[in-house]
Structure formats: structure tokens, C-alpha cells
């Protein structure tokens, strides 16, 4: 015997429809609204429920210290069009830049997780500008002449012995970081260090990122 086609009628196959719809939204958790604040968005469906306010301050702090930076506007217009992820299940870090291709398409974005980064902390500022190396540094992590200047500063003991850099995209990251902000006790030793040890690579930095002269102390 052949299996037997029960067909609801349109009103009733609505209904259930409907009712599915329901019964799905009542069961995943609702998740928090993209976080706006002054020009920039954060993607924050991954994160159920509402922001709690410690992180709300936490990335709103963030935010600003970028946004203090008296930098040309045309890269400050790139940082605010960066994409930026938060999902509590970014384990282990408190942020990372990300790069992968999916169907020939590359795709480029920072994931924060939901740990509560110190205001002074330039957390967000160094995955800029991983994403700035990325994009807009010919070449990228490739770059030889960032590589020769990372050679120089691990020779002239630029860095702390405990923040020793290894790769040329965190030399540029932390270190471009070091000399835009700079304002954290470490942060103030390491910019002076790298104008030090390796001039071409702080002339450089202020001549990329900056309008007009250089950075005030």
C-alpha cells in the first residue's frame, strides 16, 4: 500500500506555520542589539540578552582612546568601517583579527570577547591595526622593510624582556600601537625606546598616521 499524503487546508497549514515560528523564538535566546556608539557599530548577535553595562563602558572606553588619537582622518575613517564581532566565545584572549576566505571572498574582521579590558589598555587600537597592516601597509605582514625594523628593534632591546615580539605583524601592531598612544607607564618607555633604536620605523609611523608633525609626549 502506498504511504498515505494528509494535506492541511491553507488556514490550518498557516496556523502551524505560524505557531513554529513561535515556538523557535521562545527557544533560542534573544540576542543583544548591534552596540552603536558615536560612528561606530559593533556586532554583537552572538552575545545573548542586553550588553551588560561594565561591557558597555568597557567598549565605549575602548572606543574613545582610539578616537583621541589625533590622527588623519582618512584612517580614522578606515578604523570606524573595520568590522567588529563581539562573542563571549572568543576563549583565551580578549580579541583577535581574523582572516579567512569563504567562496573566493575574503573576509576580514576583529572578534572581542566580553572580558572587561582596562580603560588604558589599547585592546581595540592594536587589532586596527592588524587590520590596517592588512589592508592598507603594501604587502602586509610581508613587508620587508617592516621585518628588517623588527629585526632592529630585537637587537637593540626596544621591547621589554617580557614583551618580546616575534612576528612583523605584532611588531607593527604593538608597536605603532605603542607610538600613537603611549600613555600607560610601559607604553611611554616603548615609544621613547623605538625612537631610540629604530628612528626609521617612529619616523615612518608619524609620517603615516599623523597630519602634521609628531605625536605630543
Not at 557599530?41 to 540578552?49: H, I, L, Y
Not at 566580553?114 to 589599547?122: G, N
Not at 592594536?126 to 617592516?146: F, P, Q, S
Not at 625606546?193 to 628612528?199: A, G, I, Q, T, Y
Amino acid at each position: 500500500m502506498g504511504q498515505r499524503i494528509t494535506r492541511l487546508s491553507p488556514r490550518v497549514a498557516r496556523a502551524w506555520l505560524v505557531a513554529g515560528v513561535i515556538v523557535g523564538l521562545l527557544g533560542a535566546p534573544a540576542a543583544a542589539r548591534d552596540f552603536i556608539y558615536k560612528e561606530w557599530r559593533f556586532n554583537t548577535d552572538a552575545v545573548p540578552g542586553e550588553l551588560p553595562d561594565a561591557l558597555v563602558q568597557s567598549l565605549q572606553a575602548q572606543i574613545d582612546l582610539v578616537e583621541s588619537l589625533p590622527i588623519r582622518p582618512e584612517i580614522m575613517r578606515f578604523f570606524r568601517h573595520v568590522e567588529v564581532v563581539v562573542d563571549p566565545e572568543v576563549l583565551g584572549a580578549q580579541g583577535f583579527y581574523r582572516v579567512n576566505i569563504r567562496r573566493k571572498v575574503w573576509m576580514r574582521r576583529i572578534e572581542l570577547g566580553t572580558l572587561i579590558v582596562p580603560p588604558d589598555s589599547p585592546l581595540l587600537l592594536r587589532m586596527l591595526l592588524y587590520a590596517y597592516l592588512d589592508e592598507r601597509v603594501a604587502e602586509g605582514r610581508r613587508n620587508a622593510k617592516i621585518a628588517a625594523w623588527l629585526e632592529d628593534a630585537k637587537r637593540s632591546g626596544a621591547f621589554p624582556y617580557k614583551q618580546l615580539i616575534h612576528s612583523p605583524e605584532d611588531f607593527f601592531a604593538v608597536g605603532t600601537g605603542a607610538i600613537l598612544w603611549g600613555r600607560a607607564p610601559q607604553g611611554r618607555t616603548v615609544r621613547a625606546k623605538l625612537r631610540e633604536k629604530v628612528p626609521d620605523f617612529y619616523a615612518w609611523v608619524v609620517a603615516e598616521f599623523y597630519p602634521a608633525g609628531e605625536p605630543a609626549r
